[in-house]
C-alpha cells in the first residue's frame, strides 16, 4: 500500500465528473486500499477518487472513525450481522453510488480534506438510503443515518464533481473567496463569483 496524493482547491480535477467503474480488477482494490490508507493518515472519515486525482466513481468511508457511530449504518440485510463485502467494521467501500431515497434536512459543521482548515455549516439530508456496488461488482443496498449520512452526500458530491462550498449561501461563498485571498494565495475559482 502506498500514501497518494490529495488534491487540493482550486485544482480542476475536483470538478471533472468521474467516469463509472467497470472493471472490478486488481487495479481497482490496490486504488481502494491506497485510498483508505491516505484517508486514515490524513484523519478523514472520508475521501472519494477524483480528491486523488482519479476520475472514478470510488468513495472509501472510515465507519471506525471515532467522529462515527457505527449504529448509523442500516442494512436492509436478511441475514443480520453478516455484512456485505463493501461493509466491514471499519471501511465502507462504495463503488458507483447512487441515494436512492432521502428523508429530513439537517444544518451541521463540514469540512474536505481538499479544502484544509475550512469549515462551515451545510444543510445536508438526515437520512439516506444507498445502492452501491462492492469490490467485486456485487451491489448492495444500506441507510445511513446522520453524520454518516452526511459523509455519504459529501463524498458522492466529489464523484460528480460538486464541493461542498458549492453548498454555501451567496453570503458565505463571499466569506469562502476571503477565506482564499488570505489561506490559498487568492486561488480561487470562477464559479464561485470571482
Ligand atoms: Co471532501
Redesign the pocket.
Same mark, same amino acid.
Given at each position: 500500500m502506498s500514501l497518494l496524493e490529495i488534491k487540493i482547491f482550486p485544482d480542476p480535477i475536483l470538478r471533472v465528473p468521474s467516469a463509472p467503474v467497470t472493471q472490478f480488477d486488481h487495479g481497482l482494490h490496490e486504488l481502494l486500499d491506497n485510498m483508505f490508507e491516505t484517508m486514515q493518515h490524513a484523519e478523514g472519515i472520508g475521501l472519494?477518487a477524483p480528491?486523488v486525482g482519479v476520475s472514478k466513481r470510488v468513495v472509501v468511508i472510515d465507519i471506525s472513525h471515532e467522529d462515527l457511530n457505527p449504529e448509523n449504518v442500516r442494512l436492509p440485510s436478511e441475514e443480520p450481522g453478516i455484512l456485505p463485502y463493501g461493509i466491514s467494521e471499519k471501511r465502507l467501500e462504495l463503488i458507483n453510488p447512487e441515494i436512492i431515497k432521502e428523508e429530513l434536512t439537517i444544518s451541521s459543521d463540514e469540512g474536505?480534506?481538499?479544502i484544509p482548515d475550512f469549515r462551515e455549516t451545510i444543510k445536508r439530508k438526515g437520512k439516506v438510503s444507498v445502492r452501491s456496488q462492492d469490490r467485486n461488482g456485487k451491489v448492495f443496498e444500506f441507510e445511513a443515518s446522520e453524520l454518516l449520512a452526511r459523509c455519504v452526500q =459529501?463524498e458522492i458530491d =466529489?464523484i460528480d464533481g460538486i464541493l461542498?462550498i458549492d453548498h454555501l449561501s451567496r453570503l458565505k461563498k463571499h466569506l469562502f473567496n476571503r477565506w482564499c485571498d488570505k489561506n490559498l494565495n487568492g486561488a480561487r475559482e470562477e464559479r464561485l463569483g470571482n
Open positions: 472519494a480528491q474536505c480534506l481538499s =459529501h =466529489h461542498f
